[in-house]
């Protein structure tokens, strides 16, 4: 297949409010390879999380034209699960808690539904406590209710467990850096750099710090204000972004 | 004839008539009484008339338990529970009580079957439990069948005892199930009772504790599932006689289908006397469909303010979407996740059954409830 990528094309997406449905996303263009690192970054509020959620499929936001192509495969249209299933993954900004569901439960529900078959036990449960360790997570972990009382950093890394496990073709991370101190921000890094390594999967980062780059080496910065991509360029954009900020493009749009 | 009433002081309550064991002083309820007013009373005509013949489901109990018969007024029987209503008065007069006495040596659990056999033969049961002063054991009681059934438990939580009752409530469709369970709690003693409620047209449980003296604990947690038509009620009633006892209820109910109703009804006492006491309950419903009813009423009558803690919490609410966003974002589908959802919602009171098989055996039970999301 020579299409194989996460394509998105004039995306537009709406969510509903009070005074009826407001735009976010004003025509996303971008397109994420195997074996690419893009990294999306923007001011507070220029619906940076908004992309990463619309692509997952979350049903506060209304897609309202364009398209979204996983390896050919549209996945305008298709349900949450679908959309995971199809091998896209969202490691979200806030992990949500699950009282009473185990970590443990969690990935072996999570692994069968995403591979269409249980994983074979005793392999899995190696690899599990192999992948918490990495993170600095001792077995223990996997008992405790998904995210319930996890510190911020414990629920980033987390994420980064299920993205090690589950291995998606595309990867979304959405401000995987937010919250974490330099200790977890490296562990964490080294999870995703991990992922990345293997060299035939995506990733889109998104982020509104640069000290996430410092870690992650994106071959792609995109400059995202006001539901669209105004500049774009290689890993020395970010660099000078750090010095300029945003304000030249909010300047613009205003 | 002359009748002397001597009404029990313990459960006198703004919100709790007054015991009484003559059936006679609990007139038949019309629906209007604070006690009866989410109750179908329309549907139990039968559970309050005292001139019916009832007949004994019995029990058949596997475990460590001396069974003995107590008739009326024969020790233990009468000491911890005083009937509240009507239905539990008629089946406190049950000639002979059965009496499961668990020794201080018992470690194990023991297992009490009570099954109905029809619907057409009303019956009424009082068991009496009594855990002896160090005795460590969990009771776990399980009705099932088919039956029009009042069953009391009186439960007497000796010295030092750490006691379990479960009572798991899985009876046929068709079944209606009353009754009063009370316990008195003695000095340093953990009593915990866990109820499950899954199956039968109408259940209503009373659940009562007191405490015998100073100290003591006492944790009453439930589950319930209510599904089209059913109607659970359960009614706790928590009397803080006396200073340093602690006590925690925490229920948690999932309603699905038309016509699903629940009623949780939590009520703690703190006595000008109980000081120093710490007290919690929560009440959570999981509304899976539209046309059900939860009804949840936590009550707290604080008499004296010297006390360590007291607070309750209610919440009703549908599955929240943001978890069913996260579950479904790796590849989970709905009904999965659903699932997942509810039994995590569950799990926490279940687990602390601490029987392995029971907990299992239900979570498998509450996973054939949820078994309508194949329909979705």
Same mark, same amino acid.
């Given at each position: 297949?020579?299409?194989?990528?996460?394509?998105?094309?004039?995306?537009?997406?709406?969510?509903?409010?009070?005074?009826?449905?407001?735009?976010?996303?004003?025509?996303?263009?971008?397109?994420?390879?195997?074996?690419?690192?893009?990294?999306?970054?923007?001011?507070?509020?220029?619906?940076?999380?908004?992309?990463?959620?619309?692509?997952?499929?979350?049903?506060?936001?209304?897609?309202?034209? =364009?398209?979204?192509?996983?390896?050919?495969?549209?996945?305008?249209?298709?349900? #949450?699960? /679908?959309?995971?299933?199809?091998?896209?993954?969202?490691?979200?900004?806030?992990?949500? /808690?699950?009282?009473?569901?185990?970590?443990?439960? +969690?990935?072996?529900?999570?692994?069968?539904?995403?591979?269409?078959?249980?994983?074979?036990?005793?392999?899995?449960?190696?690899?599990?406590?192999?992948?918490?360790?990495?993170?600095?997570?001792?077995?223990?972990?996997?008992?405790?209710?998904?995210?319930?009382?996890?510190?911020?950093?414990?629920?980033?890394?987390?994420?980064?467990?299920?993205?090690?496990?589950?291995?998606?073709?595309?990867?979304?991370?959405?401000?995987?850096?937010? %919250?974490?101190?330099?200790?977890?921000?490296?562990?964490?890094?080294?999870?995703?750099?991990? $992922?990345?390594?293997?060299?035939?999967?995506?990733?889109?980062?998104?982020?509104?710090?640069?000290?996430?780059?410092? $870690?992650?080496?994106?071959?792609?910065?995109?400059? +995202?204000?006001?539901?669209?991509?105004?500049?774009?360029?290689?890993?020395?954009?970010?660099?000078?972004?750090?010095?300029?900020?945003?304000?030249?493009?909010?300047?613009?749009?205003? | 004839?002359?009748?002397?009433?001597?009404?029990?002081?313990?459960?006198?309550?703004?919100?709790?008539?007054?015991?009484?064991?003559?059936?006679?002083?609990?007139?038949?309820?019309?629906?209007? /009484?604070?006690?009866?007013?989410?109750?179908?009373?329309?549907?139990?005509?039968? +559970? +309050?008339?005292?001139?019916?013949?009832?007949?004994?489901?019995?029990?058949?109990?596997?475990?460590?338990?001396?069974?003995?018969?107590?008739?009326?007024?024969?020790?233990?029987?009468?000491?911890?529970?005083?009937?509240?209503?009507?239905?539990?008065?008629?089946?406190?007069?049950?000639?002979?009580?059965?009496?499961?006495?668990?020794?201080?040596?018992?470690?194990?659990?023991?297992?009490?079957?009570?099954? =109905?056999?029809?619907?057409?033969?009303?019956?009424?049961?009082?068991?009496?439990?009594?855990?002896?002063?160090?005795?460590?054991?969990?009771?776990?009681?399980?009705?099932?069948?088919?039956?029009?059934?009042?069953?009391? #438990?009186?439960?007497?939580?000796?010295?030092?005892?750490?006691?379990?009752?479960?009572?798991? &409530?899985?009876?046929?469709? %068709?079944?209606?199930?009353?009754?009063?369970?009370?316990?008195?709690?003695?000095?340093?003693?953990?009593?915990?009772?866990?109820?499950?409620?899954?199956?039968?047209?109408?259940?209503?449980? &009373?659940?009562?504790?007191?405490?015998?003296?100073?100290?003591?604990?006492?944790?009453?947690?439930?589950? $319930?599932?209510?599904?089209?038509?059913?109607?659970?009620?359960?009614?706790?009633?928590?009397?803080?006689?006396?200073?340093?006892?602690?006590?925690?209820?925490?229920?948690?109910?999932?309603?699905? =289908?038309?016509?699903?109703?629940?009623?949780?009804?939590?009520?703690?006492?703190?006595?000008?006397?109980?000081?120093?006491?710490?007290?919690?309950?929560?009440?959570?419903?999981?509304?899976?469909?539209?046309?059900?009813?939860?009804?949840?009423?936590?009550?707290?009558?604080?008499?004296?303010?010297?006390?360590?803690?007291?607070?309750?919490?209610?919440?009703?609410?549908?599955?929240?979407?943001?978890?069913?966003? $996260?579950?479904?974002?790796? =590849?989970?589908?709905?009904?999965?996740?659903?699932?997942?959802?509810?039994?995590?919602?569950?799990?926490?009171?279940?687990?602390?059954?601490?029987?392995?098989?029971?907990?299992?055996?239900?979570?498998?039970?509450?996973?054939?409830?949820?078994?309508?999301?194949?329909?979705?």
């Amino acid at each position: 297949m020579t299409n194989r990528s996460l394509d998105i094309r004039d995306l537009h997406v709406s969510v509903e409010t009070e005074w009826g449905p407001k735009p976010i996303l004003k025509g996303v263009n971008l397109c994420v390879k195997p074996g690419e690192v893009h990294a999306i970054m923007g001011p507070n509020g220029s619906g940076k999380s908004t992309l990463a959620y619309s692509l997952s499929g979350h049903p506060k936001y209304t897609i309202t034209s =364009g398209s979204v192509l996983l390896d050919g495969v549209e996945l305008v249209g298709m349900s #949450v699960d /679908e959309r995971a299933r199809e091998g896209l993954f969202l490691a979200m900004q806030y992990p949500v /808690e699950i009282p009473g569901v185990s970590v443990a439960n +969690f990935l072996r529900t999570a692994k069968t539904a995403i591979d269409g078959q249980a994983p074979p036990l005793r392999t899995w449960v190696k690899q599990v406590n192999a992948s918490l360790a990495s993170m600095q997570l001792d077995s223990e972990f996997s008992s405790r209710s998904v995210n319930e009382g996890f510190s911020g950093g414990e629920k980033k890394r987390n994420e980064v467990v299920q993205l090690e496990l589950l291995n998606p073709k595309y990867a979304v991370m959405d401000e995987t850096d937010s %919250g974490l101190d330099i200790d977890a921000l490296r562990i964490v890094s080294e999870g995703v750099n991990r $992922y990345i390594d293997q060299g035939d999967r995506g990733v889109l980062l998104i982020t509104h710090y640069t000290r996430l780059l410092h $870690y992650i080496k994106p071959q792609f910065v995109h400059v +995202f204000v006001d539901g669209h991509i105004v500049e774009e360029g290689d890993a020395t954009l970010a660099d000078s972004l750090e010095k300029t900020g945003y304000e030249q493009w909010l300047k613009a749009e205003a | 004839m002359t009748v002397v009433t001597t009404p029990d002081p313990r459960t006198v309550s703004h919100l709790h008539p007054r015991g009484s064991f003559r059936v006679a002083d609990h007139p038949v309820p019309t629906g209007k /009484e604070e006690i009866w007013r989410f109750t179908p009373t329309g549907k139990l005509a039968d +559970f +309050f008339d005292d001139t019916l013949a009832r007949e004994s489901l019995g029990v058949t109990v596997d475990g460590p338990a001396e069974v003995r018969r107590l008739d009326m007024g024969q020790s233990p029987r009468g000491t911890a529970l005083t009937p509240v209503d009507r239905a539990a008065a008629i089946a406190a007069g049950t000639p002979t009580a059965t009496h499961l006495y668990v020794g201080a040596e018992t470690t194990d659990t023991i297992r009490v079957s009570v099954r =109905g056999t029809g619907a057409e033969t009303p019956t009424a049961d009082h068991l009496v439990i009594e855990a002896a002063p160090d005795a460590c054991a969990t009771i776990v009681i399980t009705h099932t069948g088919q039956a029009r059934h009042i069953g009391n #438990v009186e439960i007497l939580v000796g010295e030092s005892a750490r006691l379990t009752v479960v009572s798991i &409530q899985d009876w046929d469709p %068709g079944s209606v199930h009353l009754g009063q369970v009370e316990a008195l709690v003695a000095k340093d003693a953990v009593y915990r009772h866990i109820a499950v409620s899954l199956g039968g047209d109408i259940v209503r449980l &009373q659940n009562n504790v007191s405490y015998a003296t100073e100290g003591g604990e006492a944790e009453l947690l439930g589950v $319930y599932f209510a599904d089209a038509g059913q109607h659970l009620e359960h009614r706790l009633f928590v009397d803080h006689t006396h200073p340093k006892g602690i006590s925690h209820v925490d229920y948690r109910g999932a309603l699905h =289908g038309d016509g699903a109703r629940s009623v949780w009804v939590g009520d703690v006492l703190i006595r000008p006397t109980a000081r120093s006491i710490e007290t919690y309950e929560s009440s959570k419903n999981l509304v899976l469909s539209d046309g059900c009813r939860a009804h949840a009423v936590p009550n707290l009558e604080i008499e004296t303010g010297e006390i360590v803690s007291a607070g309750h919490s209610a919440t009703t609410g549908r599955f929240d979407d943001e978890q069913l966003f $996260y579950l479904r974002s790796r =590849g989970i589908d709905e009904v999965q996740a659903r699932r997942l959802v509810v039994r995590g919602f569950f799990s926490t009171i279940l687990a602390r059954i601490g029987i392995e098989d029971v907990e299992a055996a239900l979570m498998a039970r509450i996973d054939t409830e949820l078994a309508f999301d194949k329909e979705n």
